[in-house]
């Protein structure tokens, strides 16, 4: 029995210039303006009700995100029901972080290959860009050929992370736009 702990190692790559993805950068900055609006009209303008509900919005996007995407379906940290698949699908379309399968396919690449150009949110490259730059720039040549190479057999045969990625855009239109704003609309006005 071999006790030996292999690594996985990639070579430094060329040089990369960053290109920006005009469309995230400008997503990004109206989802962050909306939201410094959103806390104005929170502290003055709407009723207590609604601030109780978006604060279950952000939670159920949150468990998303942590409980779904994160732990259940990138390391398959433990096995859920359709039920809370469904209710975790649901809110890890909420958080507007690409789609399930893209999401834990960045993250296994990441966890694989941290801190090199293969590592999608590289810290070397800066805080910023390993929080939330990554999102605006191209992909690295070597994040992309990685990413190829990560078995995500698991996720592919899960019909709920394929009805997600397949209907990605209007279930984003229904869930993050429609929904946290028509429900407080037409349920207490």
Known sequence: MNNEIKTTEITPSKYFKRQLVWRNVISLTMVHLSGAYGLYLSMFVAKPLTVVFMYFVATISAFGILCGAHRLWAHRSYKAKMPLQLLLAFG??????????????????????????????????????????????????????????????????????????????????????????????YMWG
């Open 92 to 185: 890890q379309t909420l958080s507007l972080q690409n789609d399930i399968y893209e999401w834990c396919r960045d993250h296994r690449v990441h966890h694989r290959y941290s801190d090199t150009d293969a590592d999608p949110h590289n810290i070397n490259r800066g805080f910023f860009f390993a929080h939330m730059g990554w999102l605006m720039c191209r992909k690295h040549p070597d994040v992309i050929e990685q990413g190829k190479l990560v078995d995500m057999s698991d996720l592919a045969a899960n019909p709920v992370i394929s009805l997600q990625r397949k209907f990605y855009v209007p279930l984003v239109a229904l869930i993050w736009a429609a929904f946290p704003t028509l429900t407080p609309y």
